[in-house]
């Protein structure tokens, strides 16, 4: 069979993956030699976390060609999960007014299913948009008026600190898996409304309902605390202070550094041991967040992986590619786009709690289109788009450049500027404006990949040259 245009042959493919991933350790080992391995671990956490956020939109427009731009809202809706398993509920915030909102809750629940249910009996008779308006609206009145007293007592409890309901307190790492499923019954109820669309379309409406869920989580304090943000969240890996406290640890410690402590006195050796189990602990830390997202990407991508080259996954495709004929064929192109969105927006919602979970702590107020949709749409089209593993190294690179580009960019001005006078006028303006070298080389390298590489740096491979 001939190649694509954009595919290359199979030994170049591996060369390439092999080049990609081994100059990719190679900067992240810069990065630790030059300026700290604390930095450089910190950097790779985010990059495991990135790659799994890559590999949700990837799933989305690399397999079925859907343009979501709604992913802020589904990793938000992770970070929410991380809230809600964690955290420990506040029994006089559930005194004060859980009731009420169990009940309002329950009362809307009930008008949505009437509504459904009407929708079904009185579909193509007179007066039907009229019957479902005035059920969804007392429904509403009603829950508000229950909800309402319940809120306002829930904030008062001691909202200096808590003036929410709180969370169920189970293991932060369950929370993850909440997190993918919430994502995926929220992108299930935004199919059914919005993959009938059409493309330009289905990206305004997912822009859309991803601001307002961001927006709910900023403003219903009895929730998420809105922005006075909820801190100190559990974590699945030890604290350091307690690190620094373990005799195995501190043993561990001492027999790393041997060679400098040994030549020390008692007194010299103690003072000398307390920053090296301080920093020890902080990479013991980060290491094992690093193992923990390792196993969740690699089991995300041999899924993925497993998904796309099975039938399903070559159905799937073949709909992305022409899916009149795929119609005409019978193949039911709006049920697999469904299964296509709530997937990818699982992934997604995964990787929104490894987030918040990693930050230890969720701030509804950080969320924003940049961060959160924007530069994960870059990582996908600069990796290679249907791509698992450019999805991968795509999440890898782009937030590497992110975060280092500012301090390159700052000592690039440095030694561009280093023969005029620290009291320069056109020296300080530069050195601060270092920080807008970032989105010019995050600009620059998308171009650059666009310009010479249009498919990506790993280019969608078909299964004969795998």
Partial sequence: MSQRPHEIARGNYYLRVIVVFTLMAGLLALVGFMQSWSLALTIVNLCLISAVMALGVNIQWGFAGLFNVGIMGFAALGGLAVLLVAMPPVKEAWAAGG??????????????????????????????????SAILIVGIIISRFVLDPGVAAIEAVNPSSTGYLGGLGLPVVFAWLVGGALAAGVAWLIGKITLGLRADYLAIA????????????????????????????????????????????????????????GLLGESARASA???????????????????????????????????????????????????????????????????????????????????????????????????????IWVMVIVGGSGNNLGAIIGGFLVWFIWVEAEPIGFWFISLLTSGMGDDNGLRKHLLDSAQYMRVIIMGSVLLLVMRFSPWGILPEQTKQFK
Avoid at 103 to 123: D, E, G, N, Q
Avoid at 280 to 286: D, E
């Fill in 99 to 132: 009731i009420r909102v169990i009940f309002a809750l329950i009362i809307f629940t009930a008008a949505i299913a009437l509504t459904l249910h009407t929708h079904k009996r009185l579909k193509g008779k007179r007066g039907h948009g009229l019957a479902l």
């Fill in 206 to 261: 997912t822009l859309g309902i991803s601001e307002i869920l961001v927006a709910v989580m900023r403003n219903e304090d009895w929730l998420t605390r809105g922005v006075k943000n909820v801190t100190n969240l559990p974590r699945p890996v030890p604290y350091e202070i307690e690190l620094q406290q373990a005799p195995w640890f501190i043993d561990l410690v001492a027999r790393w550094n041997a060679d400098s402590l």
């Fill in 273 to 375: 041991l307390q920053p090296l189990l301080i920093e020890g602990s902080t990479i013991f830390v980060k290491l094992c967040y690093a193992g923990l997202f390792l196993v969740v990407l690699l089991v995300i991508y041999q899924l993925a992986e497993l998904a796309l080259n099975s039938p399903w996954g070559r159905m799937v495709r073949a709909i992305r590619d022409n899916e009149v004929a795929a119609d005409a064929m019978g193949k039911d192109v709006t049920g697999r786009h469904l299964q296509i969105f709530v997937l990818g927006s699982a992934v997604v919602g995964i990787a929104g709690a490894m987030l918040v979970t990693l930050d230890s702590q969720f701030t509804p107020g950080s969320y924003n289109p940049l961060r959160y949709t924007f530069l």
